[in-house]
């Protein structure tokens, strides 16, 4: 297997993770959830950051080992 399928496996994984951890964690106090009548609009402010550093972090790790 090439390098690149093997990235592309890890970031696979890490994508499954990722989806678990949102899934179980739910919403977050920095949510922003507004309701008016039939509407419904749902930003996930918190959870997008928690994300990003989370694969910030990830992403370095990986490349200080290439």
């Given at each position: 297997m090439t390098g690149f399928g093997k990235i592309l496996i890890v970031v696979g994984v890490i994508?499954?993770?990722?989806?678990?951890?949102?899934?179980v964690i739910g919403k977050l106090p920095g949510d922003i959830h507004f309701k008016k009548g039939?509407?419904?609009?749902?930003?996930?402010?918190?959870?997008?950051?928690?994300?990003?550093?989370i694969i910030s972090i990830i992403l370095i790790i990986i490349g200080k080992f290439r």
């Open positions: 994508l499954i993770i990722i989806g678990l951890l949102s899934s039939n509407v419904s609009v749902y930003f996930p402010i918190m959870t997008s950051i928690l994300i990003s550093i």
